[in-house]
């Protein structure tokens, strides 16, 4: 399964970006973003419940990042605003069967390239 990252960019700092991950031909109980900035670790950013909707979000994005899914078209978004320098990083789209609160790649069976994020400040 390839999963289809797009949308990333240079985008100023308090400005907005809109990611999108396609999953051609295949439904996964749950989507999601994950991150990694130079010089650390992947971090999880977001997830969603594909059949109910119910959405995860890191503490570092809740009320600026907006995850939602687009049933017919296999894809999920995830809708940046007020995006700050710290938000630099190349973005993963990942794809798989269950969240988890304790380490949220652990359902995670597909992943996407990623897209690369850079906010100037």
């Known amino acids: 399964v390839q999963l289809q990252a797009s949308g990333g960019g240079l985008v100023q700092a308090g400005g907005s970006l809109r990611l999108s991950c396609a999953a051609p031909?295949?439904?996964?109980?749950?989507m999601g973003w994950f991150r990694q900035a130079p010089g650390k670790e992947r971090e999880f950013v977001s997830a969603?419940?594909?059949?109910?909707?119910?959405?995860y979000y890191a503490e570092s994005v809740k009320g600026r990042f907006t995850i939602s899914r687009e049933i017919g078209k296999n894809t999920v978004y995830l809708q940046m605003n007020s995006l700050d320098p710290e938000d630099t990083a190349v973005y993963y789209c990942?794809?798989?069967?269950?969240?988890?609160?304790?380490?949220?790649?652990?359902?995670?069976?597909?992943w996407g390239e990623g897209t690369q994020v850079t906010v100037s400040s």
């Open positions: 990942a794809a798989g069967s269950y969240y988890s609160k304790i380490s949220p790649s652990r359902g995670m069976y597909y």
């Open positions: 031909g295949r439904t996964f109980s749950t």
């Open positions: 969603i419940n594909w059949s109910g909707g119910l959405t």
